[in-house]
Nanobody, 122 residues
Framework: QVQLVESGGGLVQPGGSLRLGCVAS????????MGWYRQIPGKQRTLVAT????????LYADSVKGRFAISRNNSANTSYLQMDSLKPEDTAVYYC???????????????WGQGTQVTVSS
């Protein structure tokens, strides 16, 4: 079983910054992908950022490009999401995820963190 624990959410003013962290523990497939989704009440969970395991390149939702930066420490099974120039529309619950992948890159199992609230308001 894999557990993911997020940290770093909170209340911030528009234009401010937050850094979210996610630590994965348990029996973790050595070939995996980590990233972040967010969810607004009444809406579907949407992808914010991820790092592709084959190339190590980062992918972002259009709404956060240029403002958010994802990183990960493979040896420590951690992922970070640096969020700058935050806007009220970034307010959401942010979820970390880890995908266990097979040798072909197919998702075998997805694990979720419990979520952390980010509120951007003056």
């Amino acid at each position: 079983q894999v557990q993911l624990v997020e940290s770093g959410g909170g209340l911030v003013q528009p234009g401010g910054s937050l850094r979210l962290g996610c630590v994965a523990s348990g029996i973790i497939n050595s070939y995996n992908a980590m990233g972040w989704y967010r969810q607004i009440p009444g809406k579907q969970r949407t992808l914010v950022a991820t790092i592709t395991p084959r190339t190590g390149s980062a992918l972002y939702a259009d709404s956060v490009k240029g403002r958010f930066a994802i990183s990960r420490n493979n040896s420590a099974n951690t992922s970070y999401l640096q969020m700058d120039s935050l806007k009220p529309e970034d307010t959401a619950v942010y979820y970390c995820y880890l995908d266990a992948l097979d040798q072909y890159g197919n998702i075998v199992q997805r694990y979720w963190g419990q979520g952390t609230q980010v509120t951007v308001s003056s």
